[in-house]
């Protein structure tokens, strides 16, 4: 092998990496999978408005649909990788902004829901937040792709 090979051989390398890592963050961020997101967050959330058993019924709808979407997610992953430290700190950071977005829009829900009569303040602050998610999912993209390029 001479070093002409060697060198062509290394940048075929580099070009396929790059490509898995862009079908990981394309696969990770496509507009169904972000949907379907804001839809178990929708549901979860917004559960906490219904009575006694329906709440324990849709709470329990969520969690079966956000394991099923987690299932489709996964098998039909173009690639398989493990993820790196920076990319679950990225995901718990993702999370933990998450509930905080919620106990915000919560907060500003029930006092419109005292201040104005707002029905369902927890459904209100659900809407907001899976709004919130699918506006937020091309700017967390272009973050996590940075990330998983490093």
């Known amino acids: ?33 972000a949907l379907a997101s804001a839809l178990v967050l929708f549901i979860a959330f917004a559960s906490f408005d219904l009575p006694a058993h329906w709440d324990t019924l849709a709470v329990t709808s ?23 430290g920076p990319e679950l700190l990225f995901c718990a950071g993702v999370a933990v902004g998450l509930v905080a977005a919620y106990v915000t829009f919560s907060v500003a829900a029930v006092v419109a829901h005292l201040k104005l009569g707002l029905p369902a303040p927890h459904a209100v602050a659900a809407a907001a937040l899976a709004l919130t998610t699918l506006l937020c999912t091309n700017p967390a993209r272009r973050v996590f792709e940075s990330i998983v390029r490093r």
């Open 62 to 84: 969520g969690v079966g649909l956000a394991l099923g979407l987690l299932v489709v997610h996964q098998h039909r992953a173009p690639v398989r990788r493990k993820p790196t």
């Open 1 to 33: 092998m001479t070093p002409d090979d060697a060198q062509t051989s290394l940048e075929d390398i580099r070009g396929l990496q790059d490509r898995t890592r862009d079908a990981y963050v394309r696969h990770g961020f496509s507009r169904p999978y």
